[in-house]
């Protein structure tokens, strides 16, 4: 398991972060013991609001980055990571 | 009858499904929601007023709980959109924001909730993607059910209607409307919308009547007032009399009994009195629907819309299941024909696959076959798919957005290749299926005579057309009454494809809303269309009316029509003509 601090990952799913996959991702991060930021170019939103995550505007093929501020929450990010790299099973 | 004192009223709007209720009114009333009072709150009663806003999401958070567990499996995508609320409702930016300006600013939840909302809204709006801009509507949905339980209003809930009532809305978005337990609908009530907006297509699928475009009728009528709809003349009468009700009972009787006269002769062919045999078919989007056309008596597809499969999931159909979608539809309702209509990316229907440019005029812009001839592995899979089916019924293929001849040679070319490779690879299919072109943009009927010598037909699509050529769009609040089948450049512009390809030899369909209506027929049938499609619901009603009709008559009523300088004239001309054999027959017979 890689003990980085923060992955990035490029979006797969034709409609990007749009409503469902912007509340999957809130969701689990909602459970992370502290923050999970999503990143996309400057731009640095809070993963557990589905309200910041849509703000970003993150089409297809958007790079972005996730990052957590304590090492405890790795799982929470490698199970984010997983689930846009499946493209949120779409 | 509940209150015997009132004094019966009158209020006309557009009526856009026909038919008559009778029945109690039930308010869908926003507006006392969209009144929030602001005030202020001392600092010791911020905690309380914190406290009620919570209480007010975890109850907007159960009841969407209970919405989604009783809602069934098909609308799965429905509840989706509603998980995605429940988690929104939690959502810092909309709960943590609300609470912090109770406290920041000392002021009622429902003022900091406005405020926080009105924000979110306009970040949302300025976006450029489509998609996300309409983000900012689930935010208002989701806080209009927070407001409701905070500020006490009865929770609307249509789907707990109990009993069987006559919906009354300021207008009825498609995601209230998904709620209602139509069997408990009798018709529909409302202060905007027109013929071609959700309610009134919603009300025609369900056939139940519905007069719209009241302005005020929310204001005038009151939950629980005995009322009449009539969808076919546009009326709706409050406090009725005695008198009148007798009369709308008979009325309503009478109607049933037409709706079933003609139901019962819808599976025959409609044939004017002079023996001329106009095929009426049906319009549908997803195979299922099949079943409608077929039940209402409809004489085949004569539009299958294909972008459904493209819509409904993000990544593009196989030719295999493009295959088995057509088969369905080609199958169940063979010998008649299916007319297949390649994709049709529209305006209106943002389409997540090609949304890479952003288009500022998308009805303008790279649509229908624009888009699949550029996009060529897209449009072949699509072709190699219809041409397979064609092999088990009776299969045209229609091409949608045709604008100059160029376009015509391309896709016949396309079509050969795929018909070439599908040879090569041994596969069965039918290579001599007819070919179709949508006549929608004007250049298209300015050069009917050169499309006519490489197509077996045309389809006018009226929808689009009368957008086009009158430069309106439908959708624009502003200028929408300027859309009228009736003007008098429609009424020449369809004359000229229809004596176009008479010249020719080649037929002319129509599939637009314009096929639709009853009272449009002697104008059709004069002007000589071959074959008319519509929504299932309709065909009953088209197939009455056509019966009724003489062909020699309705060319000499042309003559009358044509020397007509507005809408207006025209249509007076054909309600005087013929609107008597309308409606007395649904009303008199």
Redesign the interface.
Known sequence: MSHTLSRDVVIINELGLHARSAAWIAKLAQNANSKVWLIRGKERVDASSIIDILSLACSKGSKITLEIDEESDINILNEIIDLVKKGFGE | MSDTNAIEIILNGIGASPGICIGKAYLVDKEGVDVVRKYFIGKENLRHETKRFKAAVKKAKDELRVIIKNSNEELCQQS??L??HV??LK????YGKTIETIEDEGINAEWALKKVVSS?KS??QN???P??KE?AA??VHVSDRVMKNLVGAEALNIADICKRVILIAHDLSPAETSQIQLEKIKGFVTNRGGKASHTGIIARTLEIPAVLGLDNATGIIRNDDLIIVDGTTGTVLVHPTEETLVKYEESKIKYEEYRAAIARRSHLVAETTDGFQLPVMGNIELPEEVVSVIDHGGDGIGLYRTEFQYLS???FPSEDELFDKYMDVVEVIAPKPVTIRTLDINADKAI??V?ECDETNPALGLRAIRYCLQNPEVFKTQIRAILRVAAYGNVRILIPMISSYDEVCETKRILNEVADSLDKEGAVFNRDIEFGIMIEVPSAVTMADVMAENVDFFSIGTNDLIQYSLAIDRGNSNVAYLYNPLHPAIIRVIKHVADVAREKGIKVFMCGEMANDPIYMPILLGLGLDELSMNPQSIPAVKSMVRELNVENVKLFMKDVLKQTSATAVMKLVQDTYGSLLYDKIYHE
């Not at chain 2, 959502?91 to 909309?94: H, I, T």
């Open positions: 989706y959109i998980e995605t988690v929104m959502d810092k930016m909309l979110l970040m949302f976006m450029s993607d998609y996300l983000r689930d935010i999931s993000s990544v997540t696959h949304s």
